[in-house]
């Protein structure tokens, strides 16, 4: 081998550089209810290596708003995790659009879904 391939061919087969292949998190649900208490979201993965966190976003006249401070770090499960988050509601919110987005380990990022509000049949009436 004069070194100018990286191929080793072994009984017929040729082998390359195994290929690693990243998959980043998969989200199962999501949901976002109306409590007395404010908004909950709720997400759950099937897996999420290669995340290192989440970020909330509220859709506000087409845009987008973060609602959290600081990343929501990842469980790097490579199975089911699950997850929440409770932001304040805004006054005379009843069906605004919530946005999960996914940090990769290497800093990328991307949208993993949309929920919009529903209301809790338990919320807490004040008296």
Known sequence: MDGASDLVVMD????GEPVIVSTAAS???LSVVRTGRGVLV???TASESDTLGYNVFRELNGRRVKL?????SSKGALGPASYSFRARARPGERSSR???QVVRL????SWLGSARVRHSKYVSSRR
């Open 12 to 15: 017929d087969f040729i082998y």
């Open 27 to 29: 989200l199962r649900a």
């Open 42 to 44: 709720r997400w759950r």
């Open 68 to 72: 959290n401070r600081s990343l929501i």
């Open 98 to 100: 919530h946005w999960l």
């Open 106 to 109: 290497d800093g990328s990022r």
